[in-house]
């Protein structure tokens, strides 16, 4: 439980700080937008904290850098005296393109994580696989290895009880071939267990 709660916090510091990283970034990129007034390469610029924002921290986060790249930008257009068509031509499409690359970088994110989940449950279902092989095996083993002093109990009981004229011999021979009798039935379902997993093991490694 203690690591457990150790490795949140670290992500949690880590996610802060890469938070703060990208938000200095953005500001950054901004302000180099806003002094030179060179408007497609700091467009471009700006999809790098907006992407890793999402990817890193979070959509809601990229959505953020994505309306603070859009204020940088209008802020820098409006500096160098641009007209309101071109202001609104360009925050626009400079705004769908933020967006898209949100939405995308979220998609995939999604993506990322399926599959990584997917594959972790693929490696716990293998080695639960080669453990219930293990299983089966070591089931069937004891079960061979049991099976014979039984026989060779049962053989001896069955032996007295026929010779012996006491009827109290006989009743205990009895019962000990009842109770080998139950050990039997279940080496048998040890053997069938036995003979059973390694085939669901097989199953399991070709998915």
């Not at 603070?68 to 257009?77: E, K, P, V």
């Not at 705004?95 to 939405?103: G, K, S």
């Not at 053989?155 to 080998?180: F, N, W």
Request: hydrophobic share 50%.
């Amino acid at each position: 439980m203690r690591a457990v709660l150790e490795r949140a916090e670290v992500r949690y510091l880590l996610v802060a700080g890469a938070a703060q990283g990208f938000y200095l970034l953005a500001m950054a990129i901004g302000f180099g937008d806003w002094v030179t007034g060179i408007e497609l390469p700091f467009t471009i610029l700006y999809l790098v904290p907006v992407a890793l924002g999402v990817r890193l921290v979070g959509r809601r986060f990229g959505l953020a850098m994505a309306i603070l790249a859009t204020c940088w930008l209008s802020a820098s257009l409006v500096h160098d005296g641009a007209s309101t068509s071109s202001m609104a031509w360009n925050v626009s499409g400079a705004t769908v393109i933020f967006l898209c690359a949100v939405w995308t970088t979220d998609r995939l994110s999604h993506y990322v994580e399926q599959e990584r989940v997917m594959r972790r449950l693929a490696i716990d279902q293998l080695r639960h696989a080669e453990r219930l092989n293990v299983l089966g095996t070591l089931s069937a083993g004891v079960a061979h290895e049991l099976g014979t002093p039984l026989n060779v109990i049962a053989g001896c009981a069955e032996l007295v009880s026929e010779e012996s004229a006491d009827d109290r011999v006989r009743r205990r021979m009895r019962t000990i071939l009842d109770q080998v009798s139950k050990v039997s039935v279940i080496i048998r379902r040890l053997l069938d267990f036995g003979r059973r997993e390694p085939g669901r093991a097989g199953k399991a490694r070709d998915r």
